[in-house]
T-cell receptor, first 111, second 113 residues
């Protein structure tokens, strides 16, 4: 069964400083990776999806996938206090419908 | 604007009572999901529905059942709720499979006393 782990569990950065989050997955055949953001008490919103090795940028969010090393990263450029939230990595494989989520990383952006 | 709605948003029930959580989507998505989210455990998949009356167990289906009689509605039912079912429940929908983006509702906070 797919294992998805995120690190760090929590991160505090200053406003405007780059924030980087890491997600490690266990199934090398995985081919579908998404980063979601969840503000406190709210639902999940998708930030960026990536399906092949390399980088994918969506606004201030960049996902970086390296399947050989079983890592997918999220970089947040010039984060604002409003970006303070829980960030979740989600991974799936093939045409099956099950998405495996990490436990999340809590990002705090201080003014 | 794509939208997934959940009702109610907050619910308090006593142990042994029945619980009905409702989810709706206005995107004609085929696939719908129910998850629960608990601190330290992350999101866990309870059930998937591939279309009307086409439901499949997720990773933690015990104690839950679902109903999907219309494509736009997906219900989660707890028969005789237990205190360990206190959680935040999220519904999601996607056009097809997990290859497509899943869109999430705002969640239902359930407290079982």
């Amino acid at each position: 069964q797919q294992k998805v782990q995120q690190s760090p569990e929590s991160l505090t950065v200053s406003e405007g400083a780059m924030a980087s989050l890491n997600c490690t997955f266990s199934d090398r055949s995985s081919d579908n990776f998404r980063w979601y953001r969840q503000h406190s008490g709210k639902g999940l919103e998708v930030l960026v999806s990536i399906f092949s090795d390399g980088e994918k940028e969506e606004g201030s969010f960049t996902a970086h996938l390296n399947r050989a090393s079983l890592h997918v990263f999220l970089h947040i450029r010039e984060p604002q206090p409003s970006d303070s939230a829980l960030y979740l990595c989600a991974v799936s494989r093939g045409t099956g419908s099950k998405l495996s989520f990490g436990k999340g990383a809590k990002l705090t952006v201080s003014p | 604007d794509m939208k997934v709605t959940q009702m109610p948003r907050y619910l308090i029930k006593r142990m042994g009572e029945n619980v009905l959580l409702e989810c709706g989507q206005d995107m004609s998505h085929e696939t719908m999901y129910w998850y629960r989210q608990d601190p330290g455990l992350g999101l866990q998949l309870i059930y998937i529905s591939y279309d009307v009356d086409s439901n499949s167990e997720g990773d933690i289906p015990k104690g839950y059942r679902v109903s999907r009689k219309k494509r736009e509605h997906f219900s989660l039912i707890l028969d005789s709720a237990k205190t360990n079912q206190t959680s935040v429940y999220f519904c999601a929908s996607s056009p097809g499979t997990a290859q497509d983006t899943q869109y999430f509702g705002p969640g239902t906070r359930l407290l079982v006393l």
